[in-house]
Structure formats: C-alpha cells, structure tokens
C-alpha cells in the first residue's frame, strides 16, 4: 500500500470510528431533558463539544491486535472519553489551571457555573464505570473486572489525579527530566495508557508478551502526546488549538519546552514515536492503526 493510500485509508477510517464514537457517547449520556436538566445539559456540553477523541481512537486501534468487537471497544473508548472530559473540566476550574477557553468555546465553569461544572466531573467519572459495568465487554467477567481496575487505576491517585497533584505542586519549579516525564507519565500519560489496554481486553486475550509490547507502545506515545503538548502550548495559537495558547509560560509552569528548548522536545517526541513504533515490530499489519495513530500524535498541530 502506498503512503498515499494508507492516508487516506488512515482519514476513513478514523472518520467512521469518531462518528461511532459519538453516536456512543450520545447513547450512554443522560438525555437533556431528564432531570437534573441543567447538570445533564452541562455534561452533554462538557462532553460533545467536540475534542480529537484521541483515547478512543486508540482503543479501535488496539482493539484490532485482539479482534474485538467494535461496539465493545466504542463503549470502552466512550468510558475512557467520559473520564478524559470530566478531567478537563475540573482542570479548567478556578482552583486549578484557571481556564475560560475549551475546545474553542466557554469551559464548562464559564458557560454554567463553578459548582455545576464540579458536579459535572463528578458525574461523568461515574457514568464512565457505569458503563463499564453495565455493558459486556469481555468474552469473561473477570477481564471486565480486570477493565474496570485498569481505569480506575489511571483515573486515581497513583495515575492521572496524582499527576494533577505533582502538577500543582510543581508551578514556579524547574523540574529535571525525569521528574518532568513523572509528572506527565502520570497526568496525561496513565489515560492514553488505559485506552490502548482497554482497546485490547475487548477482544481475545492476548499474550502476556504482546501485551506488554502494546503496553510499552502506549506508555511511550502517552509522554510523546505529552511533550507535543508542551510544543503546541508555546508555539501554537488560540485559535487553532481551541484552548488559550502560552498559558504553561504565563503560569510558571515546568514544561518539556521550558526544560530543553522548542527543538530539543520536537525531537525527543520523534524518538518516542520511533522506540513506540518499534514495540509494534512484532505485530505486523494487525498495528496499521497504531502505527498511524503514532504519526497523527506526533505530527499533530492542534
Ligand atoms: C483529577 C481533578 C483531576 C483533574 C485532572 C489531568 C487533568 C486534571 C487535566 C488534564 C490537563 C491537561 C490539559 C493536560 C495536558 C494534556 C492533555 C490531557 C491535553 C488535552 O487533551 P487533548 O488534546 O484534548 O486530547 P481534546 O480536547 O482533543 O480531547
């Protein structure tokens, strides 16, 4: 296949996996006009207000090394998604990052209000494991169970609410690199992790050596979606990225950027891209998806 077609091939089919994703997410969200509406249209807001819907994505793609079936995986994306919008919401808070722009419109605070907003993480972290719980999503109770775990696992204090936590902490330091990607491993990296692997527990149970490789992938794409992050925040502008641009500078924040430069970053996401690619050596054309989604995350401009 050529890289043309494979593409092309790459834009297709992430546009039919969004749009289950979204019909999904629409699915298993409160519908507006049930009580509480207002919290109910909040959450609608915080969630369906567009996004790259880059977790659920990766989970279709792991899915594919296990053969799973798609409408398992678009539940367990739609979770993995649920718990990605509550994060943003709490984070855009006035007691955390202080944010009045998400996804290029009002942050949830804004729109409605402070408490509002802070029901609506707490509601949306709970329809996540509703809907682990509710749906079969494995061929055996005790790999759901094992899902229900892992995410609650990278959710928690030991994964990205520890991250935020280190986070906090670290405003006005100049953290060396391996406390940075500490950090990070844990902010945004635990979630991107938790996508590949529940992706992948959907279908058949795969070797305790393949999915380990699959694990080194996301683990390794998880910091490379952090350090363009970091790339995209100091270089990038409002408009494109939908989120106020600069806020880690104006907020004193330790960055990949502010730690070794806008070039030295843009090459260390490279290498990650490369050594994450490399753990899917094993997995030949079953990892096109992950391999793509790799590109995408690096290569990214928003
Ligand atoms: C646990 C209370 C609590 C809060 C967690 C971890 C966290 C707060 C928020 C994430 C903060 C953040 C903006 C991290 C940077 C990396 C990141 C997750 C960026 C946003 O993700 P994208 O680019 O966003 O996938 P879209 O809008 O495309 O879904």
Not at 120 to 140: I, P, T
Not at 228 to 252: F, M, P, Y
Not at 253 to 281: C, F, H, M, W
Request: aromatic share 4%; with cysteine.
């Amino acid at each position: 296949m050529s890289t043309a077609t494979k593409t092309i091939d790459f834009a297709a089919w992430s546009h039919g996996h969004l749009q289950r994703v979204e019909e999904t997410l629409q699915r298993v969200l409160p519908a507006p006009e049930i009580a509480p509406q207002r919290l109910h249209q909040a959450m609608r807001y915080a969630v369906l207000g567009g996004g790259k819907r880059v977790r659920p994505l990766l989970a279709f793609a792991a899915g594919d090394l296990a053969d799973a079936d798609p409408e398992r995986v678009a539940l367990a994306g739609a979770a993995v998604e649920l718990i990605h919008a509550y994060s943003l919401v709490h984070d855009d808070l006035p007691c955390m990052d202080d944010d009045a722009l998400r996804r290029g419109r009002p942050t949830c605070h804004v729109e409605y209000d402070e408490a509002t907003a802070l029901l609506v993480g707490d509601a949306l972290q709970n329809l996540a494991f509703h809907v682990l719980g509710e749906y079969r999503l494995a061929d055996d109770m005790k790999t759901q169970l094992e899902m229900v775990k892992l995410l609650a696992a990278a959710a928690g204090s030991r994964g990205m609410a520890g991250g935020q936590a280190i986070d906090l902490a670290s405003v006005g330091k100049q953290l060396t690199l391996p406390e940075l990607e500490q950090m990070h491993i844990h902010k945004t990296g635990a979630i991107i992790r938790a996508s590949a692997l529940l992706g992948a527990r959907c279908g058949n149970r795969l070797g305790e050596k393949e999915f380990g490789q699959l694990d080194l992938y996301a683990k390794l794409i998880g910091l490379a979606f952090q350090v363009v992050d970091d790339v995209l925040d100091s270089e990038g502008s409002t408009a494109t990225l939908g989120k106020t641009a600069g806020k880690d500078a104006k907020d004193n924040k330790p960055t990949y950027v502010s730690a070794i430069g806008v070039a030295r970053s843009r090459e260390l996401a490279l290498e990650l891209r490369q050594n994450a690619l490399d753990a899917l050596a094993g997995f030949g054309e079953r990892a096109l998806r992950l391999r793509q989604l790799a590109d995408f995350i690096v290569l990214r401009k928003f």
